[in-house]
């Protein structure tokens, strides 16, 4: 089945960009996608990306895929303190979605 | 507003000791399904719902049972809690799979269960 790999966890300066990577085993997903799960609540869609595209934008975040070696990334620009929260990297299998463990991302002053 | 909302947010229990968790959603979607959350294995799906008295086993259906008797309820049954059940559990929804795509899945908040 397919596999979803993450770092568990980033650090970055208040600022800064913010890049976290997920790489996947199963290229058939149409859709790949990105949710944001602050303390003590729910996942919230953030952004997905269709896999016949290489790269989307919005506002702040930037999805880049990969296609060729399987790796799907999302850049923070500008990276503030809101944005600390576990970030998961999602696939669509037919009739679930599969998610990486998560990252946990850690905004500093 | 719309939402899925669970229940009880928090829950301790003690092994074997049946219980409910209560899922239900404003939206009227036709897919609902139920994940727990460990930590570095990320989510799991234990069931799911494709429509009304239409449920199937997620990866880790195991001590766990469902039901979707109306549209907008899809509990989640332990029968005999044991401690390898304690999780975070989420219940989520969606237009139907092919809406989840675009608008991706509505999470609850969670339920944190203990079980002792």
């Known amino acids: 089945g397919e596999d979803v790999e993450q770092s568990l966890f980033l650090s970055v300066r208040e600022g800064d960009s913010s890049v976290i990577n997920c790489t996947y085993t199963?290229?058939?997903?149409?859709?790949l996608y990105w949710y944001k799960q602050e303390p003590g609540a729910g996942l919230q869609l953030l952004t997905y990306?269709?896999?016949?595209?290489d790269m989307k934008q919005d506002q702040r975040l930037t999805v880049l895929l990969n296609k060729k070696d399987k790796h799907l990334s999302l850049r923070i620009a500008d990276t503030q303190t809101g944005d600390s929260a576990i970030y998961f990297c999602a696939l669509r299998d037919y009739n679930k979605l599969i998610f990486g463990a998560g990252t946990r991302l850690a905004v500093h002053p | 507003e719309a939402q899925v909302t669970q229940n009880p947010r928090y829950l301790i229990t003690v092994t074997g000791k049946k219980l409910t968790v209560t899922c239900s959603q404003n939206?009227?979607?036709?897919?609902m399904s139920w994940y727990r959350q460990d930590p570095g294995l990320g989510l799991r799906q234990i069931y799911y719902s494709m429509n009304v008295e239409v449920t199937d086993k997620g990866d880790v259906p195991e001590g766990y049972k469902v039901s979707r008797k109306e549209k907008r309820n899809f509990p989640l049954i332990l029968e005999s809690p044991s401690p390898n059940q304690t999780s975070l559990y989420f219940c989520?929804?969606?237009?139907?799979?092919?809406?989840?795509?675009?608008?991706?899945?509505?999470f609850g908040s969670g339920t944190r269960l203990t079980v002792v």
């Open positions: 199963d290229s058939s997903s149409t859709y």
């Open positions: 990306i269709f896999s016949n595209m």
């Open positions: 989520a929804s969606s237009w139907g799979i092919i809406g989840a795509q675009f608008y991706g899945y509505t």
């Open positions: 939206m009227n979607h036709e897919y």
